[in-house]
Each structure stands twice: as structure tokens, then as C-alpha cells.
């Protein structure tokens, strides 16, 4: 039976075996892979936003934002009378918190009474036109 061990004389203490070349060459091939795919998606998420999207992507986009819209027509999170959509548009206010200004009036009386639902009982605020 033949020895395949590697004595001491047979080595040089700056020379690999054979199987750490090998395995310095698949480490190797593995890191260039590595590196390669990482610019790869770097490219990709680079590029992506400029991407030209179908017709049928578009579409699938208007229809997640209808029906988003939708459901905030119809959804009053805070129950203070206001539609979510309503107070995220025309009244800026919390659909979370049914007294948004935190005056102890909740928003909806407050526009129905005229006065503004984000300044508190009281205080003096600015208005942006």
C-alpha cells in the first residue's frame, strides 16, 4: 500500500498541496461570482427606477391605488364622523386621532363648526392659503 502523505522534506514551508491550490481556486472563482453578482444588482437597482413599465403593470398600479382609495372613502379609522380620505386630503387632519389640535373637540364638530380643526381651543394660529 502506497503512503500519499507529504513529509516534511517534501514541502517547502511557502508551497501549498494540491488540495489547498484547488481550494484557493474555488475560493477564488466564488469571490470573483460574488463580486460579479453584487454589481450586477447594484446595476439593477440603479437602472430600475428608469425602467419603462407595460401597460398591464400600469394598470395593476392604478388599480392597488383605486382601490386604496376607495377603502379610505369608506373607512373612518378614529371614529370622529370624518372618512380617512377626507381628512388626509381636503382637512389634513388625523385619521388616527378624532381630536387631531388635542382641544377635547373632535375634528368633525370642530369644521362643522367652522373653526379650524388643527389650532387648539383658544390659541391664536396661522393660516397658509
Do not use: W
Not at 522534506?9 to 481556486?25: C, I, M, N, R, Y
Not at 400600469?58 to 376607495?70: A, C, K, M, Y
Amino acid at each position: 500500500m502506497t503512503d500519499f502523505r507529504l513529509s516534511p522534506q517534501d514541502v517547502s514551508p511557502h508551497e501549498l498541496s494540491a488540495g489547498q491550490k484547488t481550494g484557493f481556486v474555488l475560493l477564488l472563482v466564488f469571490a470573483i461570482l460574488v463580486v460579479g453578482v453584487g454589481f450586477l444588482q447594484m446595476r439593477n437597482t440603479i437602472y430600475n427606477p428608469f425602467a419603462v413599465r407595460t401597460a398591464k403593470e400600469v394598470r395593476d398600479l392604478n388599480s392597488l391605488v383605486d382601490n386604496e382609495t376607495l377603502l379610505l372613502q369608506s373607512t373612518d379609522t378614529d371614529g370622529d364622523g370624518l372618512y380617512d380620505y377626507d381628512e388626509l386630503t381636503f382637512y389634513e387632519t388625523s385619521p388616527y386621532l378624532p381630536d387631531t389640535d388635542s382641544d377635547g373637540i373632535n375634528d368633525n364638530i370642530e369644521i362643522e363648526q367652522g373653526t379650524d380643526p388643527l389650532c387648539p381651543k383658544g390659541s391664536v394660529c396661522e393660516t397658509v392659503d
